[in-house]
């Protein structure tokens, strides 16, 4: 008969020797040699905006394009993240659709990387429950994601009787889903921005604590990859973010824009009565968002190496020539976009619903892999 610790022993080593079977059947013979994995998650807005775009997804395609061949690419359209918040049924599955063709159309291969529905793949769901078991209140109620989407102040705790009334237990345990969709998949570096970094903690800090209890390397501990791009502000307001949810339509340009709307949105962004073009973010909001605008999809950049360096090609110029360039650059950089995506929800949907199809088998079999030795190390 075995003591307590050499079953503890033996269940480390049937934890550890199921992940490596189920990664060897994922990742081939290069399982061993410690693959690349990097996952990203995008909310299903529908049709993305500028700040989408420049924000997080051309920095995917960068990476795909980029990518060796121990590198694995698993990006997903986070619709489980989605209802937080009440949906209308019909608009979700359609803003769905628009989200995965934007993702095709700005050059996303299913091919080379995984793209695939998070509700399609239950085991993140399933290992969320499991890390929610272990994950801490205390931890949990210091999150800024709930206080920010209920209007609270920092300092709100869940607990306070005008708090509970309105937080819904699926905010306030977001962050363990976002831990359980980079944990579930072993990714080894996730890109996000400045505001996000406190998800990647709290993600870290979910790997360490199962591992703990499980008295083995059963998740891995995601490092930070910080996107370049810097974030785009709204053109009505460029002391804010450029957001999907705002009021004024005219604060935001899609990438399905046509060459009209956005001259027309560029025509009326807010700038400043300062005569001449100057890059100076601090006093001139709204001219320095629409020379990063610029910097960011001008292809040529002018030889410039930053927006600053960009701003002096525009010496003399004046803010409606400004605009006019601007304008240029955007829809120009947009235009195959704007034509990918119209060809690929302009056909029966065969397009969207194969790639679908495609991710969530590839999505699934990589789930497969960790929670097989989860599971072992439970006691399921």
Request: overall charge positive.
């Amino acid at each position: 008969m075995l003591s307590r610790s050499g079953s503890a022993v033996r269940l480390r080593a049937g934890a550890q020797s199921c992940l490596l079977q189920a990664q060897t059947r994922f990742y081939g013979a290069n399982a061993t040699h410690s693959p690349r994995v990097i996952f990203s998650g995008i909310q299903p807005t529908g049709v993305p905006h500028l700040g989408n775009y420049l924000g997080a997804m051309q920095q995917w395609v960068k990476l795909q394009n980029e990518a060796s061949s121990n590198t694995s690419l698993i990006y997903s359209v986070v619709d489980l993240h989605a209802i937080t918040v009440h949906q209308n049924p019909e608009a979700l599955r359609t803003s769905k659709r628009e989200m995965l063709a934007a993702l095709l159309a700005v050059g996303l291969d299913p091919q080379k990387c995984t793209i695939f529905f998070q509700s399609d793949v239950p085991a993140h769901s399933e290992l969320m429950w499991i890390l929610s078991c272990s994950a801490s209140m205390g931890y949990l109620s210091r999150m800024t994601q709930w206080k920010s989407k209920l209007d609270l102040d920092d300092n709100a705790n869940p607990l306070d009787p005008s708090t509970k009334t309105k937080l819904k237990l699926g905010l306030f345990s977001y962050p363990v889903l976002q831990a359980a969709d980079i944990l579930i998949h072993r990714a080894t570096h996730v890109p996000v921005g400045h505001d996000q970094s406190q998800h990647l903690e709290f993600a870290r800090e979910c790997a360490a604590g199962f591992n703990h209890l499980a008295g083995s390397r059963i998740l891995v501990q995601p490092e930070t990859l910080l996107s370049p791009a810097k974030r785009v502000m709204a053109l009505d307001r460029p002391t804010h973010k450029m957001s999907k949810s705002a009021p004024n339509p005219k604060s935001r340009i899609l990438i399905t824009d046509s060459s009209s709307a956005i001259t027309k949105k560029l025509r009326v962004a807010l700038t400043d009565s300062i005569e001449g073009v100057t890059y100076d973010p601090s006093t001139r909001p709204g001219v320095s968002n629409l020379i990063e605008i610029a910097f960011n999809l001008d292809s040529s950049n002018h030889g410039a190496a930053d927006p600053a360096e960009y701003a002096k090609g525009f010496e003399g110029s004046s803010l409606k020539a400004l605009k006019e360039r601007v304008a240029e650059v955007v829809d120009g950089h947009l235009a195959p976009i704007r034509a990918r995506f119209e060809e690929i929800v302009g056909g029966d949907g065969k397009m969207i619903e194969e790639a679908a199809q495609i991710g969530a088998e590839k999505a699934r079999r990589s789930a497969e892999s960790t929670m097989q030795a989860v599971k072992h190390a439970v006691g399921f």
